[in-house]
T-cell receptor
Framework: DSGVTQTPKHLITATGQRVTLRCSPR?????VYWYQQSLDQGLQFLIQ???????AKGNILERFSAQQFPDLHSELNLSSLELGDSALYFC??????????????FGPGTRLTVL | GQQVMQIPQYQHVQEGEDFTTYCNSS?????IQWYKQRPGGHPVFLIQ?????EVKKQKRLTFQFGEAKKNSSLHITATQTTDVGTYFC??????????FGTGTSLTVIP
């Protein structure tokens, strides 16, 4: 158990819909990262938050947005869903920033299926 | 485009054989990390390398960071079935963007 929790574990929805994925970081970690992993694909970095502020953006679509709340939990919002958005979405947390030599702890992931 | 490439993409080995995966970055990295993802699981941190030419060992696993800090390798000696999974290298780019390599999926045949 990494100490990072993600809800829900599974999500099935239809094209055009909007969903929200939730992540609670490990106690004491200030950074939250979101990744997308498609079937047979690697981990695609989406976005990073540090202590409530957006710090880095990766390959995140404009239909996707995220935020980190004062209690440090984070939410990833996916809207106007398309079939290609079906993937495993991981949240990870670390004590500091990506370039601060901190290991990341991953949650169990949310598997999103868009029908 | 993809900033961190790994080869091979897939590797099947007989139990007891050695295994190596190579990681190449498009730019110099301040540090490189390695993660393992078991089938159906989430990535788990293995190690971090920081210094040019650094070599670290964890039991049967040997990690190396290249002199130019643009490449790295992971070598597993005498593989076991517990080594099955996908191995990713990863590192920070442009500050806080964190990119994972394409991964090498290891299958160990008993």
């Amino acid at each position: 158990d990494s100490g990072v929790t993600q809800t829900p574990k599974h999500l099935i929805t239809a094209t055009g819909q909007r969903v929200t994925l939730r992540c609670s970081p490990r106690s004491g970690d200030l950074s939250v990262y979101w990744y997308q992993q498609s079937l047979d694909q690697g981990l695609q970095f989406l976005i990073q938050y540090y202590n409530g502020e957006e710090r880095a953006k990766g390959n995140i679509l404009e239909r996707f947005s995220a935020q980190q709340f004062p209690d440090l939990h984070s939410e990833l919002n996916l809207s106007s869903l398309e079939l290609g958005d079906s993937a495993l979405y991981f949240c990870a947390s670390s004590v500091g920033l990506a370039d601060s030599y901190n290991e990341q702890f991953f949650g169990p992931g949310t598997r999103l299926t868009v029908l | 485009g993809q900033q961190v490439m790994q080869i091979p993409q897939y590797q099947h080995v007989q139990e007891g054989e050695d295994f190596t995966t190579y990681c190449n970055s498009s730019t110099t990295l301040s540090n490189i990390q390695w993660y393992k993802q078991r089938p159906g699981g989430h990535p788990v941190f293995l190690i971090q390398l920081v210094k040019s030419g650094e070599v670290k060992k964890q039991k049967r696993l040997t990690f190396q960071f290249g002199e130019a800090k643009k490449n790295s390798s992971l070598h597993i000696t005498a593989t076991q079935t517990t080594d099955v999974g996908t191995y990713f290298c990863a590192g920070p780019f442009g500050g806080n963007q964190f990119y994972f390599g394409t991964g090498t999926s290891l299958t160990v045949i008993p």
